[in-house]
């Protein structure tokens, strides 16, 4: 097994551009999130999906957007970059299984400056 | 509301001796309470989780933590520390009793620095 992997580990965009974030895992997981990693703010969550079709705000949606076409796949869109989205970003998944919902796994983690 | 405070942004501590990392909680109801580790860029690890039973629960790597309900704290814990151990440790804390708001609340985190 894989895990969880992320593409790309580094992105530099310009303001304004967009690009997406790649997330998949194949541990047939229902749960997958997005989490960004900023100095003393420790993990916030972005988005997440309960499962195929179904994805949810976080704590800090705004300017991102996901959807969750497979059981595999995540990705989490940046519609119009800007430099207070320069941060780390982790994608974790878990089961849906009670008392293990919330064991996550995470990827690697992409780092993006937005200039 | 939901919270978990890690008190502390560092802590040292020499090669062979005891450490503690710690973490307090604020829940309505039963916490859910995990401990992560994050690696020098790297993604997070899942060490050890309390759902209920004993309070003293066992993980990875040779650490293990205490529920304490009276306290609300869930502090890590390893007898004797590595170097290797040094990282970011993360506390974080679920509501049992949250029904359909199962996310997971994070600590800020706290870097722990294991000197030779």
């Known amino acids: ?115 | 509301a939901q919270s978990v405070a890690q008190p502390e942004d560092q802590v040292n501590v020499a090669e062979g001796n005891p450490l503690t990392v710690k973490c307090t909680y604020s829940v309505s109801g039963n916490p859910y309470l995990f401990w992560y580790v994050q690696y020098p860029n790297r993604g997070l690890q899942f060490l050890l989780k309390y759902i209920t039973g004993d309070n003293l629960v066992k993980g990875s790597y040779g650490f293990e933590a205490e529920f304490n309900k009276s306290q609300t704290s869930f502090h890590l814990k390893k007898p004797s520390a590595l170097v290797s151990d040094s990282a970011l440790y993360f506390c974080a804390v679920r509501d049992s009793n949250a029904g359909n708001n199962r996310k997971l609340i994070w600590g800020l985190g706290t870097s722990l620095a294991v000197n030779p």
């Open chain 1, 1 to 115: 097994n894989a895990g969880v992997t992320q593409t790309p580990k580094f992105q530099v965009l310009k303001t304004g551009q967009s690009m997406t974030l790649q997330c998949a895992q194949d541990m047939n997981h229902e749960y997958m999130s997005w989490y960004r990693q900023d100095p003393g703010m420790g993990l916030r969550l972005i988005h997440y999906s309960v499962g195929a079709g179904i994805t949810d705000q976080g704590e800090v949606p705004n300017g991102y957007n996901v959807s969750r076409s497979t059981t595999e796949d995540f990705p989490l869109r940046l519609l119009s970059a800007a430099p207070s989205q320069t941060s780390v970003y982790f994608c974790a998944s878990s089961t849906g299984l009670a008392g293990s919902r919330d064991t996550q796994y995470f990827g690697p983690g992409t780092r993006l400056t937005v200039l």
